[in-house]
């Protein structure tokens, strides 16, 4: 497996379940990252990581739980979710979300989420 | 708060035709622009980087011009082919909270090209 892979690739699920995505980077980059891309929407930063530290939270909701065992793994874990929440998830990594002014962002497949 | 607009949303061309997609920002302080290719049901692809300090970026067919002075960039495709049929994201890295990997992302031009 090569670059950024993303599990699942489609989930429903209802208002009361629990579930998780799961990101994986396969590049050796020490910062990843959460984007909620929604119709008709800009694509939205929920957090990132960098060196396995949360150091952005997007004001995301409570039922969104991140998770970063490592560089190379990312989960957002969900929980009471709602209608409105819908939408494809995308995660991204970089070398280091330090080097800023040159730091392109490679991105997974995404997951695409419908909560009923 | 910087905010990002692409025109036109969606746009179709015969396959052959010259084409520009246009991305305006609010907010010069920025560290770079970038464009992004999105594909159906995929994530995105990376097509050209512009650092702050520069006006174009070419890569084959495309070419990314950014005038930051007055918060304007476009990608232009030369000689369109069916595959280049995609949604064209560009997105800016704001000097304030870009050193976190921040990108502000405009909604994209919906192209497609008809054979």
Known sequence: ETGVTQTPRHLVMGMTNKKSLKCEQHLGHNAMYWYKQSAKKPLELMFVYNFKEQTENNSVPSRFSPECPNSSHLFLHLHTLQPEDSALYLCASSQDVAGGPGETQYFGPGTRLLVL | ?115
């Open chain 2, 1 to 115: 708060k910087q905010e990002v607009t692409q025109i036109p949303a969606a746009l179709s061309v015969p396959e052959g035709e010259n084409l520009v997609l246009n991305c305006s920002f609010t907010d010069s302080a920025i560290y770079n622009l970038q464009w992004f290719r999105q594909d159906p049901g995929k994530g995105l692809t990376s097509l050209l980087l512009i650092q702050s300090s520069q006006r174009e970026q070419t890569s084959g067919r495309l070419n990314a011009s950014l005038d930051k002075s007055s918060g304007r960039s476009t990608l232009y495709i030369a000689a369109s082919q069916p595959g280049d049929s995609a949604t064209y994201l560009c997105a800016v890295s704001p000097l304030e909270g870009g050193s976190q990997g921040n990108l502000i992302f405009g909604k994209g031009t919906k192209l497609s090209v008809k054979p």
